[in-house]
Structures are given as structure tokens and as C-alpha cells.
């Protein structure tokens, strides 16, 4: 009997084994810290954007503000680049 | 750079022949006579013992074949310092006598004969050929299954699979997949969302194969890759959006009918290989290529069964009027694709009307009804019209530009049945455009494809998703090869 074979295929897949990355460690306080806040242009976010950063500047945080062009495209890298460089937090509002 | 594997060819007279080929067994005299008077080494591609009288070297494993690019037998070389210098095809008697330096070849034989297909280019063949020979280019890793595994279940387990069997991608069909186009296996088609990948030929190639494609299929698969990875198209936010919808693959011009794709009966049903496959194996290249999986990046509330593949033809032999194509710009005859970011079709059943107007008019009440009667503007249409109803239109003179303006007309909506509260109906436009009339449609929101079996009063409309730049647009790309 000869001996069973093997089958080998090509990977259909992007063969991506996504780094490992740390997550940010979680804030101890708000007070003086720089929350953003992003609006992904969806109907009413921004109702629900002002309610937070109201709360948010109660607690002694300092916020901005920041919005995609649109919600059916990801965040432009530059957008993705300034907040990642302004801010100590980041919070975004899914919203309809 | 020569590829060390290639075998020399020795110096002088080279023939390369089989028994199974008439024209061989011909001139196997001719080969015999020449053997007493020139340098000649006999390559048998069958059966070594072929011809009669003459010493063959043994080629039944095709290499010396496949390497020196024998494309039918016999075939005659002659070789100066391992270099070919010269090659006669099939049976010519002058060319033969030029190639040798010798005269009075097969006086008895006809001046010429064709030869027959080298064994190293039978189709059945070439695939095992090409892995054995070609030194693998192909870069994609290797996944080895266990002998007691099957493959079809370890596939699907391994999440590859859109939930249908998938084929099984081995080298050799991919590699045969790949003689579909003329495109460098590594020459990178697109980035695909959402992990922006780059995605090779190959890759589009290995998912061709598992989507169940045929090599002449592989151009129009390349091509709706490239169409869907545009901006313009933002297959990202296609895949992501909760709505049910997803790329709609029209497929224009004489490919078609090269592959054997459908425009007629049942256009967007079952039953037709080129139809099913082109459209799942883009799905297929999102998924695995892009890792956008339903439930993950996909977050459609429910989806459509067009998910698993919505790829059809137009019907342009049959059609009064000039191809979708053409209408988004594209010269006539040309091989497109156009992708549409649609929802699935809905039937528009009208058997009584038999003037355009009235037709039209059940069209436009229709159409208004694509996603909400009262959202407006937001979503673009394609409307498949069947060859029944565009017909009507023809018979009394309608072009398409005639049509669609008629139908913008009769979607100019006034605001007090569109906005929020009226009827009942809290959905809707805000309240201050109550005084504005407004059209469903943006104006180059209406696209019109002629499809579908010769029998029946029915047309399609198929709803788009968010119009625009802020969404997606039409993307029509030419097919290459």
C-alpha cells in the first residue's frame, strides 16, 4: 500500500500576522488630561459629542474636538496622525 | 539569466519526435537515413524505442521538451555550441534538406506535412509541467494538510471559505490560473481593505481557483479587484456599512461571450459557472486578502445573498440601446467591468403597459420605494430592464438618455410627502424642506443595464448604497489581459 499523501496548497490568505501591539495604559485621572473627541459625520453625533464634552471638562480634562470628512471612509491618515499627537485620550461617536 | 536546470542540447542534428504523431512515423526513414550521415540525436517524447533503426534518447519525462520550447513534433534543430541555431517544424522537405546540409530527403514522401501538439504543451500536462519544471514563482505560503485530513473541511476550518466548499488551491491550478493572464505572478493588482493588504496576481489567482473560476476567467476577476480597491468605490466602507449591500460585477464587451457568461434567462440565479465564480472570488479576495469578515469589519444587519457572488452580463446583442459601458464612458466594443455598490434585485412586475409613458410611470413609483419612499437622494439605482419591457421603449422611438430623464422627472418629490412626520412616517427628510420639491435621485444616479430572458414583462431595480464622494460610486475599469 503506498504510503498516504500529503496535500499542500498555496495560502489564499494576506498571510498577515498582525504585530502585538501594547495598549496604552488606562488613565489614572482626567484632571489636565487632553481628550479628543472624534466625529465620524454621522446625523446627531454631535449631540452626542457636546453631552460628553461637557461631562469630560466637569472632571477637569481638556478637550478637542475633531471630525472625519466622512463616515463611510476610515480617518485620513493625517487626521489619524494629529490626533495621535494631541491628545492623552480618545473617544469616538458612533451615532444615527 | 539561463535556468541552470535546463538540460544542453548536444551539438549538431536535433530531432524531436513521438510515435503517436502520423507525421513522426513518416519521416521516421527520413531520421534513419540522416543518422548515417549527419551528427543527429533523436529525443523520443513517447517511446523510446521510436524510430525503428535509430538510437533515441529517452524524453518520456518531457524535460529536454519543456525546457527548449518544442511546440509540436517533429521538430528539427540544429545546434552550434550548445547553441540552437535553427528550427523546422512538422515535415518540409526544403527546410529540412537547409536545416541539414543534406539532399534528396524522403524523395518518396509529399513535400510537406504538418506535425501534430508536443507532448510538452498538451494541456492535460502543461500544469504538471510547469510545477515540475518552472521552478516554483510562486511566493504564497504553503499549507500542508495531513493525509487523513480533508482538505474541503480543513479549508473551510481554517476560514477561507464564504461557508460553500472551496476548490483546493494546489500549486498546479494555480499555476494554470495563471496562464489566464499575461500579468507577472507578483505584480501587485491592488491594496485591499480593510488590512490594506497588497494583493499580487497571485493572490487573486489562488482565490480565482478556490472560487471555482477558469483561467479566462482570471482578466475580469483582475480587473474587479482593481475597480473595488479604488477610492471611488471605497469597498472599505461598503464591506463595514450595517446596509445590505455590496459589489454588483457587470461585465461589458466581447469577453462575455468568450467565457460564456450569462445575460439572459435566470441573469442573476444560478446555474453559470463564469457568473458565480467572478463575483465570489472577489468576495473571496476581500475576505481573505482584505480580512473583511462578516461580524468583523462587515457589519451588515442582514446582508444579502448577492454576498456569495452578483456578477452578470449584459445583454448587448439584444439591447435597442448603446451598453452600460458606454453610457460611464467606456469606447464600444471594449472588455469592462463595472462594479456597483447594490443591494439585491427587486422584481418591477408591469404586463399591461404597452406605451412608454405608462411604463415609465411604473418604473418611477417603483423606484421611488428603493430603500424608503421618503429618502431622497441618498441612494443611486441600477435599473435592469428586460428585453420585454425595453421593447416598449424601442418600438416607439425611447433612447435610454429619453428614459431617464422622463424618470427624473416623474421622481421629483414635493417635500410635504417626504418629510419626517408626514403620512405618519417618522423617517423622512427634515422638516424645513417641507416647501422644496426634491428628485430620489441625484442626476447621473440612475444607471440602466439591458438583461434578463426574452419572456416576461418584468424588469429589476437594484438599490445602491451611499451615493457619491462621501460613499461609493460606479467604477467602470477595462478588462486587460
Known sequence: MSEPKTTVLLDPTGERSPATRERVARLDTLAGKTVGLLDISKPRGDLFLDTVEARLRDRGAEVLRFKKPTFTKPAPVDLRHEIATQCDAVIEALAD | ?481
Open chain 2, 1 to 481: 539569466m539561463p535556468d541552470p536546470l535546463r538540460p544542453p542540447l548536444p551539438d549538431g542534428i536535433v530531432a524531436v519526435v513521438k510515435r503517436d504523431c502520423p507525421t513522426c512515423a513518416l519521416v521516421a526513414p527520413v531520421l534513419v537515413a540522416l543518422a548515417g550521415q549527419v551528427k543527429l540525436t533523436v529525443f523520443a517524447q513517447d517511446d523510446p524505442s521510436f524510430p525503428e533503426g535509430v538510437d533515441s534518447v529517452d524524453d518520456t519525462n518531457l524535460d529536454v521538451s519543456w525546457h527548449h520550447g518544442i511546440e509540436a513534433v517533429p521538430t528539427l534543430l540544429r545546434v552550434e555550441g550548445g547553441v540552437e541555431v535553427e528550427r523546422a517544424l512538422g515535415w518540409h522537405r526544403g527546410d529540412w534538406e537547409q536545416l541539414t546540409g543534406v539532399s534528396g530527403l524522403g524523395e518518396n514522401l509529399p513535400d510537406w506535412r504538418p506535425g501534430c501538439g508536443s507532448l510538452s504543451v498538451d494541456p492535460d500536462r502543461a500544469g504538471d509541467l510547469a510545477v515540475r519544471f518552472g521552478g516554483s514563482k510562486l511566493r504564497s505560503r504553503r499549507v500542508e494538510f495531513a493525509p487523513l485530513e480533508d482538505e474541503f473541511d480543513a479549508m473551510v476550518q481554517r476560514g477561507w471559505s464564504d461557508g460553500l466548499p472551496l476548490v483546493p488551491p494546489t500549486e498546479k491550478r494555480v499555476m494554470a490560473m495563471l496562464a489566464g493572464t499575461t500579468r507577472s505572478p507578483d505584480e501587485v493588482v491592488a491594496v485591499v481593505p480593510p488590512d490594506l493588504v497588497p494583493c499580487s496576481v497571485e493572490k487573486v489567482a489562488i482565490n480565482a481557483v478556490a472560487a471555482g473560476c477558469l483561467p479566462e476567467y482570471l482578466p475580469v476577476v483582475l480587473a474587479a479587484v482593481e475597480a473595488a480597491c479604488t477610492d471611488e468605490f471605497n469597498i472599505h466602507g461598503l464591506l463595514a456599512t450595517t446596509m445590505p449591500t455590496a459589489p454588483v460585477v457587470i461585465v461589458n464587451g466581447p469577453i462575455r461571450r468568450a467565457i460564456g457568461m450569462n445575460s439572459g434567462k435566470n441573469v442573476f440565479g444560478q446555474g453559470n459557472r463564469a457568473n458565480s465564480s467572478i463575483g465570489r472570488a472577489l468576495q473571496l479576495i476581500v475576505r481573505n486578502v482584505g480580512g473583511g469578515r462578516p461580524g468583523e469589519v462587515d457589519r451588515a444587519t442582514f446582508g444579502n445573498p448577492g454576498k456569495l457572488s452578483f456578477c452578470f452580463a449584459e445583454d448587448e446583442e439584444g439591447s435597442p440601446w448603446q451598453p452600460l459601458s458606454v453610457d460611464l464612458g467606456a469606447q464600444p466594443g471594449v472588455n469592462t467591468v463595472t462594479l456597483f455598490p447594490g443591494e439585491g434585485p427587486r422584481s418591477i412586475v408591469d404586463q399591461l403597459s404597452r406605451v412608454p409613458e405608462s411604463l415609465a410611470r411604473s418604473f418611477a413609483v417603483n423606484l421611488r420605494t428603493l430603500h424608503h419612499p421618503k429618502l431622497l437622494l441618498a441612494f443611486d439605482c441600477l435599473l435592469a430592464i428586460g428585453p420585454e419591457h425595453a421593447r416598449i421603449f424601442a418600438e416607439a422611438g425611447w433612447d435610454k438618455a429619453q428614459l431617464v430623464a422622463r424618470l427624473h422627472e416623474l421622481l421629483q418629490i414635493p417635500g410635504r410627502e417626504f418629510i419626517r412626520g408626514a403620512g405618519g412616517i417618522a423617517e423622512g427628510l427634515p422638516e424645513h424642506l417641507a416647501d422644496a420639491t426634491l428628485p430620489k435621485f441625484k442626476p447621473d444616479g440612475i444607471l440602466i443595464v439591458h438583461c434578463g430572458g426574452g419572456a416576461g414583462l418584468f424588469s429589476t431595480m437594484i438599490g445602491g448604497w451611499v451615493g457619491g464622494e462621501i460613499g461609493s460610486q460606479p467604477v467602470l475599469r477595462e478588462i486587460g489581459i
